[in-house]
Nanobody, 116 residues
Framework: QVHLIESGGGLVQVGGSLRLSCAAS????????MGWFRQAPGKEREFLAS????????YYEDSVKGRFTISRDNARNTVYLQMNSLKPEDTGVYYC?????????WGQGTQVTVSS
């Protein structure tokens, strides 16, 4: 069992930056593949980025490549999402995800609003 808590969301202007954090507790964090997802108003939840257990491999959805960076600190049981050059279409609830061997866990989400 993994418990995830996101933080760092808020209101930011177009072109601004935010860093989201996801703190994990419970099972061994370092073994899990971690990811970030977003759900925009009226849309389905979509994948943004993921990172391997070692941090050596990361993947991004095309619309955030070059703007978002996922990282993890296994010693602190935390995964981050650095978001730069934010656009209005980045507005939504951002969710942290952990999965391993068919087990999947979600955080409660943190709201990001990008205003123009």
């Amino acid at each position: 069992q993994v418990h995830l808590i996101e933080s760092g969301g808020g209101l930011v202007q177009v072109g601004g930056s935010l860093r989201l954090s996801c703190a994990a507790s419970g099972s061994t964090f370092s073994g899990y593949i971690m990811g970030w997802f977003r759900q925009a108003p009226g849309k389905e939840r979509e994948f943004l980025a993921s990172i391997s257990w070692s941090g050596g491999g990361s993947y991004y959805e095309d619309s955030v490549k070059g703007r978002f960076t996922i990282s993890r600190d296994n010693a602190r049981n935390t995964v981050y999402l650095q978001m730069n050059s934010l656009k209005p279409e980045d507005t939504g609830v951002y969710y942290c995800n952990a999965h391993l061997d068919g087990n999947e866990y979600w955080g409660q989400g943190t709201q990001v609003t990008v205003s123009s």
